[in-house]
């Protein structure tokens, strides 16, 4: 299984990026997709999550700015950054909950990490 994330770069306090992070390879099937990120000097953290039926679940911080969504298949996970924050520098991680044989249970895997600088 690997994950492919697309969409980090620098931009401006109060503007936007899309991140995108594309899940390929034997997958049966996924339980959970997600953002998480991590700052200079810091553990790796939440951003946001969703499900196949569309719940999601953000990071005190970056609710109202943040909004993940998926694709049909479930195996694309966005997130879209507004109202970015120089706060919001880190390196993002997508994440999925993959099973890749049947009744075999869920493992983690992430993705290589997408750079996103906001500068002030």
């Known amino acids: 299984v690997q994950l492919q994330a697309s969409g980090g770069g620098t931009v401006q306090a109060g503007g936007s990026l899309r991140l995108s992070c594309t899940a390929s390879g034997n997958i049966l099937s996924v339980s959970l997709l997600g953002w998480y990120r991590q700052k200079p000097g810091e553990q790796r ?26 694709d049909s298949a479930y ?17 993002y991680y997508c994440y999925a909950s993959v099973r890749t044989q049947p009744r075999s249970f869920y493992d983690n895997y992430w993705g290589q ?7 002030s």
């Open 45 to 70: 953290k939440l951003v946001a999550t969703i499900t196949s039926w569309d719940s999601t679940n953000y990071e005190d911080s970056v609710v109202g700015r943040f909004t993940i969504s998926r």
């Open 75 to 91: 195996r694309t996970v966005y997130l879209q950054t507004n109202s970015a924050e120089p706060d919001d520098t880190a390196v």
């Open 113 to 119: 990490g997408t750079e996103v600088t906001v500068s």
